[in-house]
């Protein structure tokens, strides 16, 4: 096997004394990866304890742990001849000389090389200290838990029957929701699912304290998403937009029309919060219903005039400008998107509503709380609150975490970009007495391009920022694979081709929207015809056996 092309990157992923996070594409060889840098670290312990890798399967650590296992016990034999196998010997067996000169007995033990998922080590932490993460004695793990959040949002919501201040606001949120009970429990299930998301801003807070900052918070997305959209607008076709909402605003009939606000406009408005109705204006005109483009405007959206002599004009100009506008995919993303913002000032009414909100979510996770322990179960968020819990905060420390911080001198985590942002806090917590001068190091693996495990809420999102800023204290330096170890040239040529069209332009840590990176095959083929596709629109699952039968004769 010939060296790859990003080799030099790949050396410096082993370097014992750095912290990394490695973007590592598809088919890039991650977990011989990792691995090697297990190896590599396994020397500059005292005990293998001290290094613990995470993942997020079963089915992946298991992998690693064996992958291990065999280099370890593959030390003893003679040096393969190819370059990969032969690092990955010579990690072997310089961790196994200083295993037998600390006598590990690592292959007597090969469960004292910690490679656990990340459920697994929450559930170590919690057993570890149960009356401080709350949970007493240890419950069972349920992975379908919403019969669970849903008997917890029928409680919550009984509760109206109770002469105290609960009832006014759930009143008030079921007034808004038309008295429509399965909808409200439908969303007070949601909700909960997702409740590390707002659990921490939420629980013991004055609701009225909050306003002003969720105020500034939409203020600051919403301008967020106008300059995105401001962006997208290419230059050469600007001054024809406003001169189209121009035209429609002046002959617009209705006083409480958002187009009345672009009357008289001489360029496209700014991207400040106050602007925001005037770019929804210009999104109506320009989309239909569906988000899609027009293909043609009518007096209806007001582009006529009163002169005969100049309605051909003006109806040729503004097709022209809809065909221009018709490939502009970005743009009419963005423009749907800023049909669903609201304005940056809640009314009275809406804050009335969200009010209550914020007072009976807290409310709803006590009822779910008390129902884990009536049950005995709990889902992975409370594991993951009950170990966040256990370790306490940066300023503040448990005894477990003083002790873990003794213990643990690396971490590995590998799929990063599915971490959740309750499991990246956990990270935060057992990294957050660690210095840069002290030899401990972080190690982060993913491809935020691959994320999937949204059910379990992750967040490709904390990739990219902690790809940018590092994660807490720690400083990541950023490594790119860019060698496809699995697929022939044609089949990696045809992914970067078609993916590079179908992902966003830039990466957006806000939106987790992440951008293409191309890569290079690391074995030759033939490039034409790599891929075929073969489409079946509309049809039925027997259609789609019956063409793969074909396809595989």
């Known amino acids: 096997m010939r060296t790859p092309g990003d080799q030099a990157i790949r050396e410096r992923a082993l370097d014992p004394a750095q912290s990394f996070i490695v973007q590592a594409p598809a088919g890039s060889g991650k977990t011989g990866l990792l691995v090697q840098r297990y190896l590599a670290l396994l020397p500059t312990v005292n005990e293998p304890e001290e290094i613990i890798a995470i993942t997020f399967t079963r089915k992946a650590a298991g992998e690693m742990r064996q992958r291990l296992i065999e280099a370890l016990a593959g030390s003893r034999d003679s040096c393969p001849d190819d370059p990969y196998s032969a690092k990955t010997w010579k990690l072997a067996r310089d961790a196994m000389a200083h295993s037998d000169s600390r006598n590990w007995q690592i292959e007597a033990q090969p469960t004292r090389l910690r490679i656990q998922t990340i459920d697994s080590l929450c559930h170590w932490i919690v057993r570890r200290m149960p009356w401080v993460s709350g949970m007493g004695g240890m419950p069972l793990i349920s992975e379908q838990a919403n019969a669970l959040y849903r008997e917890a949002a029928r409680r919550t919501l009984t509760l109206i029957d109770e002469p105290d201040s609960w009832a006014e606001d759930i009143g008030t949120l079921l007034t808004h929701l038309d008295n429509d009970l399965p909808r409200t429990i439908g969303l007070l299930v949601n909700m909960l699912s997702r409740r590390d998301h707002w659990l921490g801003y939420l629980a013991g807070q004055d609701p009225d304290a909050l306003r002003p900052l969720l105020e500034d918070n939409l203020a600051h997305a919403i301008v967020d998403s106008l300059n995105d959209v401001r962006k997208a607008v290419p230059e050469v076709l600007a001054a024809d937009i406003v001169w189209l909402v121009n035209l429609a605003a002046s002959n617009c009939t209705s006083a409480d ?119 005995g179960s709990v889902d992975f968020i409370e594991l993951a609150l009950g170990a966040s819990s256990a370790l306490g905060q940066s300023d503040s420390p448990t005894d477990l975490m003083l002790s873990m911080d003794y213990q643990f001198r690396h971490i590995l985590v590998d799929e990063f970009q599915d971490t959740s942002r309750l499991q990246y806090s956990l990270l935060e917590h057992l990294t957050a007495g660690w210095t840069a001068d002290e030899g401990r190091t972080l190690f982060l693996v993913g491809d935020p391009m691959q994320s999937i495990y949204r059910f379990r809420e992750a967040d490709v999102g904390l990739f990219l920022a902690a790809r940018r800023d590092g994660l807490g204290c720690i400083n990541l330096t950023p490594l790119n694979l860019e060698i496809n170890f699995r697929s022939t040239a044609g089949i990696v040529e045809w992914i970067n081709r078609c993916f590079s069209e179908a992902m966003p332009n830039d990466n957006d840590i806000a939106r987790g929207a992440v951008c293409f990176e191309p890569s290079k095959a690391h074995h030759a083929g033939p490039v034409d015809e790599a891929v075929s596709i073969h489409p079946l629109i509309n049809a039925d699952a027997i259609s789609e056996a019956e063409r793969v039968i074909v396809i595989i004769k």
């Open 257 to 375: 029309s958002m187009l009345m606000t672009c009357n008289g406009i001489k360029q496209l408005p700014d991207t400040t919060p106050a602007a925001l109705s005037k770019w929804q204006a210009i999104a109506n005109l320009l989309l239909t219903q569906k988000g899609e483009f027009r293909k043609q405007l009518t007096r209806k959206q007001g582009i006529y005039s009163a002169k005969s002599n100049e309605h051909e004009e003006i109806t040729q100009r503004a097709k022209q400008l809809l065909a221009a506008l018709s490939d502009q995919n970005q743009l009419r993303e963005y423009l749907a998107g800023l049909r669903l913002i609201p304005q940056p000032e809640y009314t009275e009414s809406q804050w009335s509503t969200l009010r209550a909100l914020i007072k009976i979510l807290p409310l709803a996770s006590a009822q779910l709380r008390v129902l884990f322990a009536e049950r």
